[in-house]
């Protein structure tokens, strides 16, 4: 048959090609497999490392799971868990007396109660109403009323329970105004969609969880002007027992309401946004003494930024919002080493680490500063001058002190405490941590609030 000009592909050597790109393709999957192994990198020997840490602590993860899970009894919970601890502390290990590791514990330990969406059949909430409004939700009961959304990337109700479960997210708190709540959708929705759009705030969007509480024309406090904690807290305890948050990256932001709320519970967040404001009192100006550890971020109002820095805050940032995503991204929630407090009402009885019990009402002023020092002459110590005080409790953690060495202290220069906080076997105390009045830790579901070191009902003398 004459040649027709065109090539001709032999199956035989077609065969044989594909068994040499066979061979050149295991070769080099077995040398990547083998490499690592010949030579680790030091991002392999992290990834072994924690491949490893996570395979010794299943066990003891499980068994916190069984030990916050508060529809079980206490005891059966406690009787799976503090063996798996005690595992832990015989090899070196004292899960309760490191922050990191405790966090990381409770965070894949913890359990939730069921999404908004599903409350409905539970007996106390009656008369709930739920919908959607773009990218946001809501939800109304008698109980409480908020306006929230969960990003694209928050774990399923099968992954939470997977061991390892992922990492928490973190939370934006929006607080709406007055003219919010007259408008056509939930007052929630409003301020989420103004303050967040998705075209200029996509990282919010797909990694941070958002929640606005809705009150009644806009009313976050009280005719005494005090916060009222059955709007604002009631909302974020429910939103924090039935989400995976991230306890050390909530991020509270709103105007007026929101500079209110942050003189009176600075402890919850690791910043605060401002977008407009006065501080036009007296109790208003003594409020930023009590949020002054916390980083501010002001959204265009250069007057509220020159008069936070004029009453001593030390940390406000002015921008236009543009790198709004970046700045909250890199806040984490601290415990301050030093802080002055403003004591005045009665919602303000709480700080940061320090509870005052009782005032003296005849006072004019009921104030604290406290410092932790650690020096030569005055080791592990605890310093706090007070005004117009009675009594106070002190809550510490390994963050601020060495509670296996003696903590001292000191209030208006007498001796109110010196002893020893760490508790032998497991370093600290499991019931302290989680179960003891008035916090119940295990109970609440906060699982921000992590201190071992209960010192109560100091009583505070005149200075000498």
């Known amino acids: 048959m004459p040649d027709s000009g065109k090539p001709r592909f032999h199956l035989q050597g077609l065969m044989t090609m594909l068994g040499h790109i066979r061979r050149v393709r295991r070769a080099i999957l077995a040398a990547a497999f083998l490499l690592p192994a010949l030579f680790p990198t030091a991002t392999s020997r992290a990834e072994d490392k924690s491949a490893a840490y996570l395979r010794q602590h299943k066990a003891v993860v499980l068994a916190a799971r069984r030990y916050f899970d508060v529809r079980a009894e206490y005891s059966e919970g406690l009787r799976a868990f503090r063996p798996e601890l005690e595992r832990l502390a015989a090899g070196g290990e004292r ?43 809501w939800f109304r009961s008698q109980e409480f009323s908020c306006a929230y959304s969960l990003p694209r990337s928050y774990p399923t109700a099968s992954k939470l329970a997977r061991y390892p479960r992922p990492e928490p997210l973190p939370l934006v708190i929006a607080l709406h105004t007055k003219a919010d709540a007259a408008a056509k959708k939930p007052a929630g929705v409003e301020v989420l969609a103004r303050n967040y759009p998705y075209a200029t705030h996509k990282p919010l969007h797909t990694d941070w969880l958002m929640l606005a509480p809705m009150a009644g024309a806009g009313r976050f406090l009280g005719k005494s002007g005090m916060v009222r904690h059955e709007v604002l807290t009631n909302t974020f305890r429910h939103f924090w027992r039935t989400y995976h948050v991230d306890f050390s990256r909530v991020i509270l932001d709103g105007g007026q309401a929101a500079l209110d709320v942050a003189a009176s519970m600075p402890m919850f967040f690791a910043g605060i946004v401002l977008r407009d404001g006065v501080i036009d009192s007296a109790t208003r100006e003594t409020g930023v003494r009590n949020f002054a550890p916390l980083p501010a971020y002001v959204v265009g109002n250069k007057k509220l930024a020159e008069r936070l820095r004029a009453l001593g805050h030390p940390r406000v940032t002015l921008g236009d919002g543009s790198d709004l995503c970046t700045w909250m991204s890199a806040q984490r929630r601290r415990s301050p080493m030093r802080y002055g407090w403003d004591a005045a009402t009665l919602d ?117």
């Open 95 to 137: 899960v309760l007396a490191e922050p990191d590791r405790l966090a990381w514990l409770v965070a894949q330990g913890r359990t939730f109660e069921e999404p908004f969406a599903d409350k409905k059949q539970r007996y106390r909430f009656t008369s709930v109403r739920t919908g959607r409004a773009g990218r946001f939700r």
């Open 348 to 464: 303000k009885r709480g700080s940061y680490w320090i509870n005052v019990n009782d005032i003296d009402p005849a006072a004019s002023q009921h104030r604290f500063d406290v410092e932790v020092v650690n020096t030569e002459s005055a080791p592990n110590t605890v310093r706090i001058e007070a005004q117009g005080i009675r009594s106070l409790s002190v809550y510490l953690d390994d963050t601020l002190v060495d509670l296996d060495e003696p903590v001292t202290v000191l209030i208006n220069g007498h001796e109110a405490f010196r002893g020893v906080l760490a508790e032998p076997g497991l370093g600290r105390d499991l019931k302290t941590l989680f179960y003891r009045a008035p916090f119940e830790t295990r109970t609440s579901m906060y699982f921000g609030w992590l201190r071992p070191g209960w010192i109560e009902d100091l009583r505070v003398r005149a200075r000498k």
